[in-house]
């Protein structure tokens, strides 16, 4: 299951890039997670500006793809959230260093992050 939802996530992730005109000035990205009734979804929005120190700068939407939810699939309500985080952020991650050939959104940000909207964010690492 964890594998499907990782090709899940790659593949939209290389969707929005392909279809998506993101301004340079967005450099920063959150991998957002909503737990629904019929499991998890992940979604995308980006930022001219990062803090570090206070995760309230993912409130500051400057960019929203037109694809900005995913959803994970009724299997994914049989994992905890702590599950559904660790598998975007390694799915984000995965998916950097999986496609060095291609520059994406994703290489190109500056500062790239997952978490719930009521938890803290975790930096996702390139």
Same mark, same amino acid.
């Given at each position: 299951? +964890?594998?499907?939802?990782?090709?899940? *996530?790659?593949?939209? *992730?290389?969707?929005?890039?392909?279809?998506? +005109? *993101?301004?340079?000035?967005?450099?920063?990205? +959150?991998?957002?997670?909503?737990?629904?009734?019929?499991?998890?979804?992940?979604?995308? *929005?980006?930022?001219?500006?990062? %803090?570090?120190?206070?995760?309230?700068?993912?409130?500051?939407?400057?960019?929203?793809?037109?694809?900005?939810?995913?959803?994970?699939?009724?299997?994914?309500?049989?994992? %905890?959230?702590?599950?559904?985080?660790?598998?975007?952020?390694?799915?984000?991650?995965?998916?950097?260093?999986?496609?060095?050939?291609?520059?994406?959104?994703?290489?190109?940000?500056?500062?790239?992050?997952?978490?719930? %909207?009521?938890?803290?964010?975790?930096?996702?690492?390139?």
């Amino acid at each position: 299951m +964890n594998n499907e939802i990782k090709k899940s *996530i790659h593949s939209w *992730i290389t969707r929005i890039d392909e279809s998506e +005109n *993101i301004p340079d000035s967005i450099i920063a990205f +959150n991998f957002g997670i909503i737990e629904t009734e019929e499991g998890y979804q992940v979604y995308l *929005i980006g930022a001219h500006d990062y %803090d570090l120190e206070d995760d309230d700068w993912a409130c500051e939407v400057d960019f929203i793809p037109e694809e900005k939810y995913l959803d994970l699939g009724a299997a994914s309500s049989k994992l %905890d959230w702590e599950e559904v985080q660790s598998i975007v952020k390694e799915s984000v991650e995965q998916f950097i260093i999986t496609r060095v050939s291609t520059i994406t959104f994703v290489h190109k940000a500056e500062y790239l992050t997952t978490g719930f %909207d009521d938890g803290d964010l975790e930096r996702i690492e390139k």
